[in-house]
């Protein structure tokens, strides 16, 4: 890429991708950015070869890489600039970085509520930004179901040509895993919660992550539910009334546990993995005639 000597010594070649997800699967990066700061990496965006794709990575939890050298420029936000947790009353000021994990912990401090709908949600907090993330507090109750617009205030972010914009969170189209930001890269956001008494928010998150804990499989390297719910059904649902529980292509396997995970049990590869969502959208689509749409990016080397 032409860049300043400056930016592009910050530019590292052929960084390793799969011990930067928790699929554990994936070749290399071509180019790989850790900016220190918004500015920097304003700077970057500005002065970047344009023909050339941006990839932003948060912690990898919901993304499939192929197993070859993927010509992209990985963004990773990991620096402390993106790292920042600031609450103020009910408002919560906190950077994309931030893993979803450490912004419970340090929200438990607080007689504050609202969020322990992302309990046992993996990833950072732009990601969830970005997809919409979302969960039921009660499993069994469909009126539970909470999702990041329900608390976001505004969100910052910086377009590919590097130009600084904050989002009110009117101005950003939410949907089912998806909004509009996806062109754009999430820098923070403000969130607003509601008070609560922090023992009864403590409880509530111990109850939601002790259902994952029992219901879901995370004894094996996977990226969480890999499909979209279709309208009105479950996809693990579906998959499992297919028979497909425990069907395996390679060392990737549907979860016996659970139908909507697809789990690496061993050194499983780029191609098993889609070659297995092949066959239970196969399968699923025969069955029910509804067409499942991962949930999970597949990122794909061309």
Same mark, same amino acid.
Request: aromatic share 8%.
């Given at each position: 890429m032409s860049l300043?000597?400056?930016l592009r010594?910050?530019v590292r070649?052929?960084?390793?991708?799969?011990? =930067?997800n928790?699929f =554990?699967i994936g070749?290399?990066?071509?180019?790989? #950015?850790?900016?220190?700061s918004?500015?920097?990496?304003g700077?970057?965006?500005?002065? =970047?070869d344009?023909?050339?794709?941006?990839?932003v990575?948060?912690?990898?939890s919901?993304?499939l890489?192929?197993d070859?050298t993927i010509?992209?420029?990985?963004?990773?936000?990991?620096?402390?600039?993106?790292a920042?947790?600031?609450?103020?009353? =009910?408002r919560?000021?906190v950077?994309a970085?931030?893993?979803i994990?450490?912004?419970?912990s340090?929200l438990?401090?607080?007689d504050l509520?609202?969020h322990?709908?992302l309990a046992g949600?993996?990833?950072?907090i732009?990601?969830?930004?970005?997809?919409n993330?979302g969960?039921?507090?009660?499993q069994?109750?469909p009126?539970?179901?909470?999702?990041m617009r329900?608390v976001?205030v505004?969100v910052?972010?910086?377009d590919?040509?590097g130009r600084?914009?904050?989002?009110?969170?009117?101005?950003?189209?939410?949907g089912?895993?998806?909004?509009?930001?996806a062109?754009m890269?999430?820098?923070?956001a403000?969130?607003?919660?509601?008070?609560?008494r922090r023992?009864?928010?403590?409880?509530?998150i111990g109850r939601?992550l002790?259902w994952r804990?029992v219901?879901q499989?995370w004894?094996?390297?996977s990226?969480?539910?890999?499909f979209?719910n279709?309208?009105?059904?479950?996809?693990a649902r #579906?998959?499992d009334g297919c028979? #497909?529980?425990?069907?395996a292509?390679?060392?990737a396997?549907?979860?016996?546990?659970?139908?909507?995970?697809i789990i690496n049990t061993?050194h499983?590869?780029?191609t098993?993995?889609t070659?297995?969502?092949e066959?239970?959208?196969e399968?699923?689509y025969?069955h029910?005639?509804v067409r499942?749409?991962?949930?999970?990016?597949?990122?794909?080397a061309?």
């Amino acid at each position: 890429m032409s860049l300043r000597t400056s930016l592009r010594n910050k530019v590292r070649h052929n960084v390793a991708l799969a011990g =930067r997800n928790y699929f =554990r699967i994936g070749g290399r990066a071509r180019w790989w #950015l850790e900016p220190a700061s918004v500015r920097a990496l304003g700077a970057f965006l500005r002065e =970047r070869d344009k023909s050339v794709d941006l990839f932003v990575l948060g912690a990898g939890s919901n993304v499939l890489f192929d197993d070859a050298t993927i010509r992209k420029v990985f963004v990773c936000l990991q620096a402390p600039a993106f790292a920042k947790i600031c609450v103020r009353g =009910r408002r919560v000021t906190v950077g994309a970085g931030v893993r979803i994990g450490r912004l419970i912990s340090v929200l438990s401090k607080f007689d504050l509520g609202g969020h322990e709908f992302l309990a046992g949600i993996p990833g950072t907090i732009g990601g969830a930004l970005v997809m919409n993330a979302g969960a039921r507090r009660c499993q069994d109750d469909p009126r539970t179901y909470r999702e990041m617009r329900d608390v976001v205030v505004s969100v910052d972010t910086l377009d590919r040509s590097g130009r600084f914009c904050t989002l009110r969170r009117e101005e950003i189209d939410f949907g089912y895993r998806q909004t509009s930001l996806a062109p754009m890269i999430v820098t923070g956001a403000t969130l607003a919660l509601r008070p609560a008494r922090r023992r009864r928010v403590t409880r509530e998150i111990g109850r939601i992550l002790g259902w994952r804990f029992v219901h879901q499989d995370w004894l094996f390297p996977s990226a969480g539910s890999f499909f979209k719910n279709p309208p009105g059904d479950a996809a693990a649902r #579906l998959i499992d009334g297919c028979g #497909l529980k425990g069907l395996a292509v390679g060392a990737a396997q549907v979860s016996p546990r659970h139908a909507n995970f697809i789990i690496n049990t061993g050194h499983a590869r780029f191609t098993d993995v889609t070659k297995l969502v092949e066959i239970i959208q196969e399968r699923v689509y025969n069955h029910f005639r509804v067409r499942l749409e991962p949930e999970v990016m597949i990122v794909r080397a061309t």
